[in-house]
C-alpha cells in the first residue's frame, strides 16, 4: 500500500499564493506519476497537474502559467505552488500517485480562496 499525506491549504485572498506539499510512504517503489486533483462543491474531481518521475509535467488549461509542479524523488514529496490564486480555485486538493497502474489517493486538502 502507498500512503499520501498532504498539507498546506488553507485560506488565502484572491491573488495570492499557497504551497501545497504530498508525502508518500509506505511501499513506494515502482511510483511513477503523481499529481494533483481537485473536488469543488457540487463538481466532480478534475485533474489540476501531473508531473512523472522523469520531470514530465501536465496541467490542466486553467491553471497553465499560474500553478506550477514539482517533486523530489529523493524525498518521495510532490509540490503544487499555487500563484495568482482565484475564487474559483477553491476546492479540495487531493495528492495521487500511480503505481503499476493502480492509483492512490490522499484524504485532501481544503483551499479557499476569498474574493
Known amino acids: 500500500q502507498v500512503q499520501l499525506v498532504e498539507s498546506g491549504g488553507g485560506l488565502v485572498q484572491a491573488g495570492g499564493s499557497l504551497r501545497l506539499s504530498c508525502a508518500a510512504s509506505g511501499s513506494i517503489f515502482g511510483i511513477n506519476t503523481m499529481g494533483w486533483y481537485r473536488q469543488a462543491p457540487g463538481k466532480q474531481r478534475e485533474l489540476v497537474a501531473t508531473i512523472t518521475r522523469g520531470g514530465s509535467a501536465n496541467y490542466a488549461d486553467s491553471v497553465k502559467g499560474r500553478f506550477t509542479i514539482s517533486r523530489d524523488n529523493a524525498k518521495n514529496t510532490v509540490y503544487l505552488q499555487m500563484n495568482s490564486l482565484k475564487p474559483e480555485d477553491t476546492a479540495v486538493y487531493y495528492c495521487?500517485?500511480?503505481?503499476?497502474?493502480?492509483?492512490?489517493w490522499g484524504q485532501g486538502t481544503q483551499v479557499t480562496v476569498s474574493s
Open positions: 495521487a500517485a500511480a503505481k503499476f497502474g493502480t492509483w492512490y
